[in-house]
């Protein structure tokens, strides 16, 4: 498989994953231009769009992508029923397209609907879990968000995180702000900081590092739950990430 990047609109990221046959998934299309650029050059046949969610920055492109692909299927939750979505998904379903075979993985907070596609390495999470932070939550809550981001960090440790937004620097000045000790998330600050400047993409990542350098994933860390001030024994893993979040709002 090929994982495809491309930047889109202020800060997004369109994902493509092609096989061998120069078929290709097209994920979160939030502009059509540089997708069917990517095709044309790569001589690629897309097979399906697939959507995490139904913010306009996941979705713009598709109404110009079905006009361009006849008849090209559009997988996504149900609040994508009005963006293009022919084959409605949820949590625990699979998608099986050729070489092609996701399985869906409800991931709310962010929105209620909010899913995210699976097919190891890759996974496709639209606006849940960031490199070195998470999603902001719009519709849902942070106990559902805190759940979501438990289910991500279920899977294995090479799994591909494959975000929609190029936010790593700016989440991990946040977490060295919340714990400047922490040397990994200093040092991963620092390769980040040099790779932005030269505008170098700083995903995917994996999972791995991200329970590295992701407080978001670190709520059960009894030294962050000090940085915190959180001063009962035994806090509740979901009262650190509601701080977490609330503090990362204001930031």
């Not at 690629?44 to 920055?57: F, G, Q």
């Not at 998330?185 to 329970?211: F, M």
Request: net charge negative.
């Amino acid at each position: 498989m090929e994982l495809i990047r491309i930047p889109a609109l202020n800060d997004n990221y369109i994902w493509l994953l092609a096989d061998a046959d120069h078929q290709c998934i097209i994920v979160d299309p939030s502009e059509s231009e540089p997708v069917i650029k990517i095709i044309n050059q790569k001589k690629l046949t897309p097979v399906a769009i697939l959507l995490t969610h139904h913010h306009n920055d996941h979705v713009g492109g598709v109404p110009q992508l079905l006009t361009h692909y006849a008849k090209l299927p559009v997988f996504g939750p149900a609040e994508t029923a009005k963006k293009g979505t022919d084959h409605l998904v949820t949590d625990g379903d699979s998608i099986n397209i050729g070489s092609f075979y996701f399985n869906v993985i409800a991931l709310p907070g962010h929105t209620l609907g909010h899913i995210g596609f699976y097919q190891a390495p890759y996974l496709f999470c639209g606006d849940t879990l960031f490199s070195a932070g998470c999603g902001r939550i719009f519709e849902g809550t942070p106990e559902q968000m805190f759940q979501s981001l438990e289910r991500i960090s279920a899977l294995p440790d090479d799994t591909l995180i494959c975000c929609a937004h190029e936010y790593t620097e700016s989440n991990l000045k946040f977490a060295h702000h919340i714990w400047p000790e922490n040397e990994a998330i200093t040092n991963y600050l620092h390769l980040i900081h040099t790779k932005r400047q030269k505008l170098e993409p700083t995903v995917p990542s994996t999972l791995k590092t991200e329970r590295k350098i992701n407080l978001f994933l670190q709520c059960n860390n009894s030294d962050l739950q000090k940085k915190l001030a959180i001063k009962i024994d035994k806090p509740s893993l979901r009262a650190t990430f509601t701080l977490l979040r609330q503090l990362k709002d204001q930031f």
